[in-house]
């Protein structure tokens, strides 16, 4: 069964840092890898999708990586602001997709 | 922009009561599924549709769950009897690919449930 670690699980930055989260999965033989973003008592917004035959993918501040062999992702978040406070997931899978708990990223101002 | 539609967005309940959850897909997505979040985890799949048939609902609690997606558009999830540990945001996605691809998992708002 695959199972999805995400490090670490809360995160607090000042504004203006770049930084790096990470998502871990046991069974590399996926199709996808999804990044989504979830702020309180809300839905999830999807971010990135990486689909297996791409080791990454970019949209604004946001880069994410994919590495099938060692089974990891990270999510790059340049510059950060402080609205860029939530809970990032990700998911992994092939025709069904398992998340991980998610890295609770609060940015100060 | 094309979204996933959810309701009720929030529902109290007793314990021992009934409860529904209706979710309208983004048009034209073949795939749509039901996941269930407790405060601060991750989503956990309930069941997955392929149009109108099941696909997977190995984790779904078939003594109090069912789920149907009759003409394999919108969707109702159903509790009876709600217990206390049903209390979680119930959240709908749907995807446009399928053959072994999941394609992009869009979510709706999610229906968050509080069972007294």
């Known amino acids: 069964k695959q199972e999805v670690t995400q490090i670490p699980a809360a995160l607090s930055v000042p504004e203006g840092e770049n930084l790096v989260l990470n998502c871990s999965f046991t069974?590399?033989?996926?199709?996808?890898l999804q990044w989504f973003r979830q702020d309180p008592g809300k839905g999830l917004t999807s971010l990135l999708l990486?689909?297996?035959?791409?080791r990454e993918q970019t949209s604004g501040r946001l880069n994410a990586s994919l590495d099938k062999s060692s089974g990891r992702s990270t999510l790059y978040i340049a510059a950060s602001q402080p609205g860029d406070s939530a809970t990032y997931l990700c998911?992994?899978?092939?025709?069904?997709?398992?998340f991980g708990a998610g890295t609770r990223l609060t940015v100060k101002p | 922009e094309a979204e996933v539609a959810q309701s009720p967005r929030y529902k109290i309940t007793e314990k021992s009561q009934a409860v529904a959850f209706w979710c309208d897909p983004i048009?034209?997505?073949?795939?749509l599924y039901w996941y269930r979040q407790i405060l601060g985890q991750g989503p956990e799949l309930l069941v997955q549709?392929?149009?109108?048939?099941?696909?997977?609902d190995s984790q779904l609690p078939k003594d109090r769950f069912s789920a149907e997606r009759l003409k394999g558009v919108d969707s109702t999830l159903k509790i009876q009897p709600a217990e206390l540990g049903d209390s979680a945001m119930y959240l709908c996605?749907?995807?446009?690919?399928?053959?072994?691809?999941?394609?992009?998992?869009?979510f709706g708002e999610g229906s968050r449930l509080t069972v007294l």
């Open positions: 549709f392929q149009d109108e048939s099941v696909v997977d």
């Open positions: 048009s034209g997505h073949a795939t």
């Open positions: 069974d590399s033989a996926i199709y996808n």
């Open positions: 990486i689909q297996s035959s791409q």
């Open positions: 998911a992994v899978g092939n025709n069904d997709m398992r």
């Open positions: 996605a749907s995807s446009l690919e399928w053959g072994g691809s999941t394609g992009e998992l869009f």
